[in-house]
């Protein structure tokens, strides 16, 4: 039985998504004949920023889920880097195992037209450039969402061949050469409407590092001595290990927090300016969200540097969202000081910014748990989950129907009020759906 769950797992990844479904659909088989013993749930255990591989991760959208499952989530939010997908498959499995799910869109956008412009935002890569999340999308504009990113894609795969180009004039000398078409794209969903990242590169040079060294201390001497790459300790140690099952994600990691400034040429055209990404999530129906990163000491996943980002201009940052009429703050407690998230709440709360919480999956050593959820301080991101689902059913039913529509404003001007209201709407649609 063990190896028949064993396999029913790998299958969760299968090219193939009606194979992908059919796998997720017999665990759950097993789960209800008592085979494969129901995880402990937890009321804090959400999660609205998981990454599928359509942008970039270990797992499909069904996967996703079922790792989800397994870990106790009682929700889950898809969020894939300028593309949704992987959104109807998401739905559809977390239908097939009984989990509530929240759709979205991670994307960059240009903030040049406003006070931030030249201010390193959230991203590590590039000033003026910020991450931001459309969340709650209505099921019935997927394919407009769809539609809208696929030119973006585009550009950015322009991009993302002159940053192949780059990385093999520096990789000449050791013999060592990345084809675009050959070695990246097959490691995406790129031709099923996924997105290829810099993570994709780097995953394919990982791969071609390793099959030239092989694992363990003859390559860490290559990235320290020759690619001179900081290793923090617990990343030396991974890769030290030969037998480490997650080495590839680990050496990833290592080259993104060192070797992407290197390589990387700034994104322009596949960049929205940030009025129009605020006009489209209206259109919508969708609710978008700044996302805090904050200054980083150690990055969670070993991909980012030591650095500050936005902790010195908080207040202007929040005076310019609240400016364009965004309307949320998304955040990840994992990732921050106690100190930080504090202000960023209290921020929040003074501009009138719903707030939501996710931990950003794309890597297996990820939890998918936030263990800081269980402090009472941050009920409100549970809260504020089940709102996002309230959401997303009305939104679907009818955008008018959305949190942020100028229509239920004004039958709600009170956010707090709006949001127990969603929450409630939320919590009724699981029990139905445990009860169906």
Same mark, same amino acid.
């Given at each position: 039985?063990?190896? @028949? %769950?064993?396999?029913?797992?790998?299958?969760?990844?299968?090219?193939?998504?009606?194979?992908?479904?059919?796998?997720? *659909?017999?665990?759950?088989?097993?789960?209800?004949?008592?085979?494969?013993?129901?995880?402990?749930?937890?009321?804090?255990?959400?999660?609205?920023?998981?990454?599928?591989?359509?942008?970039?991760?270990?797992?499909?959208?069904?996967?996703?889920?079922?790792?989800?499952?397994?870990?106790?989530?009682?929700?889950?939010?898809?969020?894939?880097?300028?593309?949704?997908?992987?959104?109807?498959?998401?739905?559809?499995?977390?239908?097939?195992?009984?989990?509530?799910?929240?759709?979205?869109?991670?994307?960059?956008?240009?903030?040049?037209?406003?006070?931030?412009?030249?201010?390193?935002?959230?991203?590590?890569?590039?000033?003026?450039?910020?991450?931001?999340?459309?969340?709650?999308?209505?099921?019935?504009? %997927?394919?407009?969402?769809?539609?809208?990113?696929?030119?973006?894609?585009?550009?950015?795969?322009? *991009?993302?061949?002159?940053?192949?180009?780059?990385?093999?004039?520096?990789?000449?000398?050791?013999? %060592?050469?990345?084809?675009?078409?050959?070695?990246?794209?097959?490691?995406?969903?790129?031709?099923?409407?996924?997105?290829?990242?810099? *993570?994709?590169?780097?995953?394919?040079?990982?791969?071609?590092?390793?099959?030239?060294?092989?694992?363990?201390?003859?390559?860490?001497?290559?990235?320290?001595?020759?690619?001179?790459?900081?290793?923090?300790?617990?990343?030396?140690?991974?890769?030290?290990?030969?037998?480490?099952?997650?080495?590839?994600?680990?050496?990833?990691?290592?080259?993104?927090?060192?070797?992407?400034?290197?390589?990387? %040429?700034?994104?322009?055209?596949?960049?929205?300016?940030?009025?129009?990404?605020?006009?489209?999530?209206?259109?919508?129906?969708?609710?978008?969200?700044?996302?805090?990163?904050?200054?980083?000491?150690?990055?969670?996943?070993?991909?980012?540097?030591?650095?500050?980002?936005?902790?010195?201009?908080?207040?202007?940052?929040?005076?310019?969202?609240?400016?364009?009429?965004?309307?949320?703050?998304?955040?990840?407690?994992?990732?921050?000081?106690?100190?930080?998230?504090?202000?960023?709440?209290?921020?929040?709360?003074?501009?009138?910014?719903?707030?939501?919480?996710?931990? @950003?999956?794309?890597?297996? *050593?990820?939890?998918?748990?936030?263990?800081?959820?269980?402090?009472?301080?941050?009920?409100?991101?549970?809260?504020?989950?089940?709102?996002?689902?309230?959401?997303?059913?009305?939104?679907?039913?009818?955008?008018?129907?959305?949190?942020?529509?100028?229509?239920?404003?004004?039958?709600?001007?009170?956010?707090?009020?709006?949001?127990?209201?969603?929450?409630?709407?939320?919590?009724?649609?699981?029990?139905?759906?445990?009860?169906?």
């Amino acid at each position: 039985m063990r190896k @028949d %769950i064993e396999l029913l797992e790998q299958e969760l990844n299968n090219p193939d998504l009606d194979e992908r479904l059919f796998s997720l *659909r017999n665990l759950k088989v097993l789960i209800d004949t008592g085979d494969i013993p129901k995880p402990s749930v937890n009321e804090y255990a959400v999660n609205n920023h998981i990454h599928t591989t359509y942008s970039f991760s270990p797992y499909s959208p069904s996967k996703s889920i079922w790792m989800a499952y397994k870990s106790g989530l009682v929700t889950a939010g898809i969020m894939d880097h300028d593309s949704i997908s992987g959104a109807k498959e998401f739905i559809s499995a977390g239908k097939i195992i009984g989990m509530a799910t929240t759709i979205g869109v991670e994307c960059r956008v240009d903030f040049s037209s406003t006070p931030l412009k030249g201010r390193k935002l959230n991203n590590p890569d590039q000033e003026t450039v910020a991450y931001i999340s459309l969340h709650g999308i209505p099921h019935t504009k %997927i394919d407009t969402v769809k539609d809208y990113f696929s030119k973006y894609q585009k550009e950015r795969n322009k *991009r993302n061949k002159k940053m192949v180009d780059r990385l093999n004039s520096m990789m000449k000398a050791f013999d %060592i050469n990345i084809d675009f078409d050959r070695d990246v794209v097959p490691l995406s969903k790129y031709n099923e409407g996924g997105t290829i990242t810099e *993570r994709h590169i780097l995953f394919a040079l990982s791969l071609k590092l390793i099959d030239k060294f092989g694992k363990g201390e003859k390559l860490v001497n290559f990235l320290k001595d020759t690619l001179r790459i900081n290793l923090t300790r617990r990343i030396e140690g991974y890769l030290l290990d030969p037998d480490n099952e997650y080495y590839a994600y680990d050496l990833l990691g290592a080259l993104k927090a060192e070797l992407v400034p290197r390589f990387f %040429i700034p994104a322009t055209t596949e960049c929205p300016p940030v009025e129009e990404i605020v006009k489209f999530s209206k259109e919508t129906g969708s609710i978008l969200a700044y996302a805090y990163l904050g200054d980083i000491t150690e990055s969670v996943t070993g991909d980012k540097r030591s650095e500050k980002f936005e902790d010195d201009y908080l207040d202007l940052l929040f005076e310019v969202l609240k400016g364009l009429d965004f309307d949320a703050v998304t955040y990840m407690p994992s990732r921050n000081t106690i100190e930080q998230l504090k202000r960023v709440k209290a921020l929040c709360d003074r501009f009138g910014l719903f707030q939501i919480s996710g931990e @950003d999956i794309n890597s297996p *050593r990820q939890s998918f748990i936030c263990e800081k959820l269980k402090l009472e301080e941050f009920r409100n991101l549970i809260d504020s989950t089940w709102a996002l689902i309230g959401h997303e059913i009305l939104a679907t039913e009818d955008i008018s129907k959305g949190m942020f529509s100028e229509e239920t404003k004004r039958k709600y001007p009170d956010l707090n009020e709006r949001i127990r209201v969603y929450s409630e709407i939320g919590r009724k649609s699981s029990i139905n759906r445990e009860q169906g």
